[in-house]
C-alpha cells in the first residue's frame, strides 16, 4: 500500500430526493483525485456492507452512471436503521470495521446521513486513536427532518419542503374549487415525528401573491381540538374553505400520538392509522364539514420530479466538500451550509466537529410558530424561502417517466475468510 | 340583440390539472370571434352560476391571465356536483336557465365535465326543441375517472396517471433502498371508485429501463387475499421488496369496499379510513412485513407541476374545438380525442353526438388487466403511454412556489329581479 488510500462511502437511515446528489460530489469529486484517492467503494445496504465487507467498487461505474446520480432520488447503494453500539458495548463491530478497512485498503470513511449517523460517524472516527487504525472518518448531512444542529439546514429537507407546499397550494386550489357543493376541509398529513420542520413547509403555500386559509398543526404545540376547529370554522366560513397541514407526530395534551385514537377492527385488533384521517373525522363530527384527506407518506421524501435546485446544490457540494475536507487531512468533521445572507440568499460550506453534531437534536425555534400556534411567522419564511427555491428537473425518458439511474453496483471480491454476522 | 350571442361557459364536478387548460382553449378561441361571440361568461361554480344568474365576465380578465389559465390546475370560476332533474321532473329549473340565457343573450352553452355533466348539456341542448329557446350546447370533456365513451381518453386523466406513474416510480425506489432493514412493501392508494384506469397507471411505473415488482389492485378484480399474498410475498422474496397500486374502488368478494372494514373507534363509532392502510394492516399480519403507506387524494388530480403535455394539449384542443363547432352551428356533440396512431403517436380532434356520450360508463378492458388480475398487458401500456408523455412545466415565482393564476371573476350585474334557490 502506497500513499493512495481508498475510500468508503454509504447512505443512512432514510433515504431522501437528493441524497443521491451528496453521492454523486463525493464520487465525481474523488474522481479528480486518483493520485490521494484510489477507488471509491460504496457499502451496500449502509454501514452494514463494511461490517459484512459487501463492497460496491463505484469504479466500475461510468462518467454519466454517476452524473445521473444527481438527479435520482433514494439510495442508490441501499441504506439500512443500525446504529452501531459504543465501542464498550460493541468492539467486535469496531474490530470488524478495522479488519475490512484493512483489506481494502480503506483510509476515508464518508457517512451520509442524520443524528444517529453522526454518532456512528463520530465512533468511526476515533478508531484512529481508540484503536490504532489511521482512518479519517467525514459526515455528510442528511435528513429529511432538517434536525441536525449547527448546519443551516439539512440537504433533503428543501426539497421535501418544496414539495409539500407545492402539493398544499395545489390541493387548496382544487378544494377552493369544490367548496360551493362539496369538499370544504383538505387534510395533508406529513411527516416529522418530533419537529414541525416539514409542516412548516405546508404554511408556504400561501403568500401574498397567493393567499390561502391554511391550519397548521405542530408537534411542538398539543392538540387543542376546540381552538383546532374554532379557527377551521372561522376560515370556512371567512374563504368557504381550508386547508390543514397536519404533521404525524401530532399530540394531544395527555402527551400521547394523536394518530393513536385506539381503532379497532371488526375483530377487536388495535389498527394504527394516519393522523389524517382522525382529524377528518373530528372535522365531520365538529362541524359537520365534508372532507378530503391525504398522506404523503414516502411520496413526498422521493419526490425528485419536483426537488428544489437549492437542495440539489447543497447536497451535492457537501458531498464534495466532504472529500476536499478528507484531501486536507479532517478527521470527526461534517461539512455544513452557512447561509451567508436571505435575500439575495447567498451560502458557502462550513465545517462542524462531529462531536458537536452527533445526537443533538435541532428543533425549530418558536420564533417561527405563530402565536396562535396554527401558522407560521414571517421569520420562518425568510428562513424557508430560500431552501424551496429554484425547480432541478430530473431527465425523462421518451415514454413520460423520468429517467433514474440504477447502477451496476458490482462487489468488490471479498478479501476476508471470515463472515460477520450483523 | 343582434347576431352576436354571448357564450356560457361552466366547469363541472370533480376538478382536474388541466380542466383550465380547456377553459383556456374556449375563451381564446372564443376571443379570436368576436364578430359571432360577444362575450364568454362563466358560471360561478358550474351551473349553479347559471341557475342563481351567478355570471362571471371573462372579458375583465387581461389575455395573460386567461393564457395563465393554461398552466392551472382546479375550476378557476368554481365547480360543484349538482345534477340537472330531467324536464319532467324539474321544468322550474330549465325555465330559469332559459330566463337567464334570455336575460344576458346567451346563445351558446358550454359545458366542461364527465358523464352526469354530458347529460345535463344533453339536456340543455334540447331546449331549442322543448322550450323554443335557441341554444347551442357543447360539451367539453373532463375527467380523471377517463370513464366517458367514443373519445380515445378524458382530458384530466393523462395527468393523473403521469403523477401515479412518476410517484409510483419514485417512492418504489425509496422502498428498494430501505428494504434491507426496514419497509419491504409500499402501498399506495389511487382514486377510481368504479374503474381501474388510474391504478394501471401505477404499473406504468415499471418499464424495461426500469423493471419494478408492482402489484396493482384494480376495483375490477374482486380481492382475493390469498392470492394477493402470495404474489406480494414472491416479489419481497425475488426483489427484496414490493410496490403495491390500490384502487379506492377495491371490493371484496362479497362486493363490499375493501376500505370499508368496520373500524371503530375508542367510543365505537364507525370510522372509513382509505383502502391503503387496510391492505397494509393486512400486509403486516399475514407475512409481517413492514409496510409504509400513502393516500394521494387530491394531490393526484391537481398535481399540475408534473402535467402531461399531451393532457395539456388535449384539454386545451378539445376546448378550442368547442368554440369552433358552436360557430359552424352544431348542437348537442361533444369535441373527442381521436388516436390516429400509436407510434408516433398522432391524433386529432373529432366529433361525438351527446347523446351517445350521456350517462354512458366506458369501463377498462379486461384485455388491459394481465392474466393473473394483478397487473397491466402490453396493450395496456400502447395504450397509456402517449397519454403520460411529455412534461409541460407551470411557470414559477421567485419564491418556489409555481405561478397559478387566480382570476378577478368580476361578477355580472344581475338583469332578473327573481332570485332561484338551489
Known amino acids: 500500500m502506497g500513499k493512495t488510500k481508498n475510500a468508503f462511502y454509504a447512505q443512512s437511515g432514510g433515504v431522501t430526493a437528493v441524497i443521491n446528489a451528496s453521492a454523486c460530489g463525493v464520487i465525481e469529486t474523488a474522481r479528480q483525485h486518483r493520485e490521494h484517492i484510489g477507488k471509491v467503494f460504496a457499502g451496500r445496504n449502509g454501514i452494514i456492507g463494511a461490517l459484512s465487507e459487501d463492497l460496491i467498487d463505484t469504479g466500475?461505474?461510468?462518467?454519466?452512471?454517476?452524473?445521473?446520480?444527481?438527479?435520482?432520488?433514494?439510495?442508490?447503494f441501499g441504506s439500512c436503521r443500525y446504529k452501531l453500539k459504543s465501542l464498550e458495548e460493541n468492539r467486535a463491530e469496531y474490530q470488524r470495521l478495522i479488519d475490512v478497512f484493512k483489506a481494502h485498503n480503506i483510509g476515508y470513511f464518508f457517512y451520509n446521513g442524520g443524528g444517529d449517523s453522526a454518532d456512528t460517524c463520530l465512533k468511526v472516527s476515533q478508531l484512529s486513536r481508540t484503536a490504532g487504525y489511521p482512518i479519517q472518518a467525514i459526515h455528510i448531512p442528511k435528513t429529511v427532518d432538517n434536525d441536525l444542529p449547527i448546519t443551516d439546514?439539512?440537504?433533503?429537507?428543501?426539497?421535501v419542503a418544496k414539495y409539500i407546499a407545492v402539493s398544499t397550494r395545489e390541493a387548496?386550489?382544487?378544494?377552493?374549487?369544490?367548496?360551493?357543493t362539496s369538499t370544504k376541509v383538505f387534510i395533508l398529513e406529513v411527516m416529522g415525528r418530533h419537529a414541525g420542520w416539514i409542516a412548516a413547509a405546508g404554511g408556504m403555500a400561501s403568500d401574498e401573491n397567493t393567499p390561502i386559509p391554511i391550519v397548521i398543526l405542530f408537534p411542538e404545540v398539543a392538540f387543542d381540538r376546540k381552538r383546532f376547529m374554532a379557527l377551521v370554522d372561522q376560515k370556512v366560513k371567512r374563504f368557504g374553505y381550508c386547508s390543514v397541514v397536519v404533521s404525524e407526530g401530532v399530540r394531544s395534551s395527555d402527551g400521547g400520538f394523536l394518530a393513536d385514537q385506539g381503532l379497532r377492527d371488526a375483530f377487536g385488533h388495535a389498527q394504527l392509522g394516519g393522523v389524517a384521517p382522525v382529524v377528518a373525522a373530528m372535522v365531520k363530527e365538529d362541524l359537520g364539514l365534508k372532507y378530503h384527506w391525504a398522506v404523503a407518506d414516502y411520496l413526498q421524501r422521493?419526490?425528485?420530479?419536483?426537488?428544489?435546485?437549492?437542495?440539489?446544490?447543497?447536497?451535492?457540494?457537501?458531498?464534495?466538500?466532504?472529500?476536499?475536507?478528507?484531501?486536507?487531512?479532517k478527521n470527526a468533521v461534517m461539512p455544513t451550509i452557512v447561509r451567508l445572507s436571505d435575500k439575495p440568499y447567498r451560502w458557502k460550506v462550513g465545517e462542524a466537529s462531529l462531536k458537536r453534531v452527533a445526537n443533538k437534536e435541532k428543533m425549530m425555534p418558536r420564533s417561527f410558530i405563530s402565536s396562535d400556534g396554527f401558522g407560521i411567522t414571517a421569520r420562518c419564511r425568510r428562513y424557508l424561502e430560500p431552501l424551496i427555491r429554484g425547480q432541478d428537473y430530473p431527465p425523462y425518458h421518451r415514454n413520460g417517466l423520468p429517467k433514474y439511474v440504477r447502477l451496476k453496483n458490482a462487489t468488490v471480491r471479498k478479501k476476508l475468510a471470515e463472515s460477520f454476522e450483523v
Chains 1, 2 share one sequence.
Request: charged share 15%.
Open 302 to 329: 422521493s419526490a425528485r420530479h419536483i426537488a428544489s435546485a437549492s437542495d440539489v446544490a447543497h447536497a451535492y457540494a457537501t458531498g464534495a466538500a466532504a472529500v476536499e475536507m478528507a484531501l486536507a487531512g
Open 153 to 159: 439546514n439539512c440537504p433533503g429537507f428543501g426539497s
Open 60 to 76: 466500475k461505474e461510468s462518467k454519466s452512471a454517476i452524473a445521473a446520480l444527481r438527479t435520482t432520488p433514494s439510495g442508490a
Open 172 to 180: 387548496s386550489f382544487d378544494v377552493a374549487s369544490m367548496a360551493k
